[in-house]
């Protein structure tokens, strides 16, 4: 999982990733994420593409991560069922 930020952080031109993550309550929701940098060892910072804000994300709820080139993503992210709509 770190080596996959790590990636999309250091060459944020061509990637971003996608995400399951799940808040504090419980409510998953599907992401779509701009990493910026590591807040510590447990959470990042990264800039939400449905909400177009930063958001700091907890490593524990973040789930089936991947790569993704950023020409496969149309900005803004459409808010859709299962995307973002929680936070």
Do not use: W
Request: net charge positive; charged share 25%.
């Amino acid at each position: 999982m770190n080596r996959i930020l790590r990636q999309a952080m250091q060459d944020c031109d061509n990637y971003v990733i996608e995400m399951d993550y799940a808040d504090a309550k419980g409510n998953r929701t599907h992401r779509v994420v701009s990493p910026i940098k590591f807040m510590g060892s447990y959470r990042f910072l990264g800039l939400c593409l449905c909400r177009e804000q930063p958001r700091q994300f907890q490593l524990s709820r973040c789930k089936n991560i991947r790569l993704v080139p950023a020409t496969d993503v149309m900005m803004p992210v459409p808010m859709g069922a299962g995307s973002c709509e929680n936070n």
